[in-house]
């Protein structure tokens, strides 16, 4: 061998070695992956960030399936915001709740983590968050998991981690409709303690405004009764179903400001409120005309039809110190009455037909409304009927079938709720097969709602557990439930005021067991039984009738003892 000839000789042995050694990481590498991973890990592509109710659980589908059991104690699982992260806005955290079993405890042994227990049990430590607060400072949470992790705990663990934002909220869009916020990229990956591992990627996208629209689309008024129209901002989050206030960034008009008048809420800025020019009372209403709100340099614009009826005066009085608690008074001041028909959007108890005693008593209904209108939470819900009637109307229409299975569900309620404005709620218990009608009727109302209303017609539900809550109750129950007052005696509601050549008449919801008389007065002071006075009552409703009105200008009393 020369000289020349060693070094070769060298390097050839030297490759050997160097090729052994590849080829044995070679084969440890290949010895590994050969092991089949005994789990996989997925979610969803992308969600909307939820703001009501908070926070945002982006990994609320996530799903670890094993295929044989992996050894999780070392293992660790990690949630990272990879894109768009904000410095002290965004904080990731763990939700604990009760129904998750994943509650969390700060570690004594250091002030950045959080001890993670299921059912009791410590499994996992979470590092990475601030000291006064249980978010994480940066775009990254991490776990290790102890001997006590299973697969169950990890998957409970994965789904309650949250996302947060410290500047995002529905209220930006009050006072700045066009808020974009961007999307934020996140990454999980969970590992076991032999390096196996699985990842996956979610982007969390934040609703935005995409047009605004009137709620009703029909404002009724007349000379008397102003129509209220509200500006509602639609969200490009279609699950985004609360009311959006805008403020006063909607510039409200009419295309006929002759004959009408137009103002916004004092109180609630993005409400306009429509009337009828006093100027113009008595002339030819143009019923064509539309309330116009508009966002200046935005391009949004929504509009509504406003419907207006002529009517005379009247108006309808409530004086509860009189006699007994439960009395009422109406007074009329003029020889005559239009009804108004019933429209859209309409709040005015005049504007309610009267139906056949072979159907049902709108008396027991707007009694019904008149004791929600006593609570906010009552109000509330009287609203989302009103808000949607041209809807429902709608539906009706196009589903006539629909029609008697609701009136039969209307009169199996009816003469429970009287028996709960009795003051006799306790007495009267809502069945199994009332809650079966109600939900096959729900169902069908749903299944042709837009998608509003279907939101609201399955959030309400789902409040009681689809209704089922209600079973066994009672009335006196199912009106606190519903966060509504419970009567302690007799509740008897006027309605339906109308003067004819036949004379005075008024209805009221019927509870048997009392004497009624009509008494008139006309200073409010000294007050007589009316003379030929006709009562008649199916059950349900009372009609009382003054044959011989005293005056133009008369009021009048129901007592009931």
């Not at 894109?83 to 250091?110: C, K, M, V, W, Y």
């Not at 960034?249 to 295309?255: A, F, G, R």
């Not at 966060?483 to 109308?498: A, W």
Request: proline share 6%.
């Amino acid at each position: 061998m020369t000289h020349r000839d060693r070094p070769c000789g060298v390097f050839s042995n030297a490759s050997k070695w160097i090729l052994w050694i590849c080829f044995c990481l070679l084969s440890a590498t290949s010895s590994l992956r050969g092991t089949p991973n005994p789990f996989t890990a997925t979610t969803t592509d992308s969600i909307f960030y939820e703001v009501l109710p908070k926070p945002t659980f982006p990994l609320a589908t996530a799903t670890v399936i094993e295929s044989s059991p992996p050894p999780w104690p070392g293992g660790s699982l990690d949630l990272v915001i990879t894109n768009g992260f904000q410095p002290g806005e965004d904080h990731l955290a763990i939700g604990a709740s009760g129904a998750s079993l994943i509650t969390t405890a700060r570690d004594p042994a250091t002030n950045d983590s959080l001890i993670v227990s299921f059912a009791g049990t410590p499994f996992a430590t979470a590092s990475g968050f601030l000291a006064a607060q249980d978010v994480t400072a940066g775009a990254q949470l991490h776990c290790v998991f102890n001997a006590q992790a299973t697969t169950t705990a990890i998957q409970a663990l994965l789904r309650q981690l949250v996302l947060t934002n410290d500047v995002f909220g529905f209220s930006l869009f009050e006072t700045n409709i066009t808020a974009h916020f961007a999307s934020r990229a996140c990454e999980f990956s969970l590992s076991d303690g032999t390096n196996h591992f699985a990842t996956a990627s979610i982007l969390v996208d934040f609703p935005f405004v995409t047009a605004i629209r009137c709620v009703p689309q029909v404002v009724v008024v007349t000379s008397e009764v102003t129509g209220m129209v509200r500006a509602e901002a639609e969200f490009s989050n279609p699950q985004k179903n609360t009311t959006q206030r805008l403020g006063s960034q909607v510039l409200w008009s009419v295309t006929d400001p002759f004959f009408y008048t137009i103002t916004n809420d004092a109180i609630h800025l993005e409400t306009a409120v429509v009337g009828i020019n006093p100027q113009q009372t008595g002339a030819n209403y143009t019923p064509s005309a539309d309330v116009v709100g508009v966002v200046p340099g935005t391009g949004l614009m929504a509009t509504a039809c406003i419907k207006a009826y002529h009517t005379y005066d009247y108006h309808i009085c409530y004086f509860s110190f009189l006699t007994v608690p439960y009395n009422n008074c109406t007074a009329f001041s003029s020889p005559a009455s239009v009804v108004v028909p019933h429209a859209e959007g309409s709040r005015s108890l005049q504007s309610v037909p009267t139906v056949s005693s072979d159907l049902f008593s709108l008396a027991t209904y707007r009694a019904l409304e008149s004791l929600m209108n006593q609570t906010a939470e009552g109000r509330r819900l009287a609203d989302l009927y009103w808000q949607n009637t041209s809807e429902l109307v709608d539906i009706f229409v196009a589903h006539p079938d629909l029609i008697p299975q609701s009136l039969a569900i209307v009169k199996d309620w009816e003469p429970r709720i009287g028996v709960l404005l009795s003051s006799q709620g306790t007495n009267s218990v809502i069945t199994a097969a009332m809650i079966r009608s109600l939900n096959l009727t729900w169902n069908r109302l749903t299944n042709y709602a837009s998608p509003t209303l279907r939101t609201s017609l399955i959030n309400e539900r789902a409040r009681f557990n689809n209704f089922q809550d209600f079973t066994g109750k009672n009335l006196a129950d199912w009106a606190q439930m519903l966060g509504l007052p419970v009567p302690s005696q007799p509740s008897i509601h006027l309605s339906q005021p109308r003067r004819s050549s036949e004379g005075f008449s008024v209805e009221a919801n019927y509870i048997g067991g009392l004497g009624y008389s009509l008494l008139t007065s006309l200073n409010l002071a000294d007050w007589i039984p009316a003379n030929g006075v006709r009562l008649l009552t199916n059950g349900l409703t009372l009609s009382l009738t003054d044959t011989n009105p005293p005056s133009p200008t008369t009021f009048y009393k129901v007592q009931a003892r």
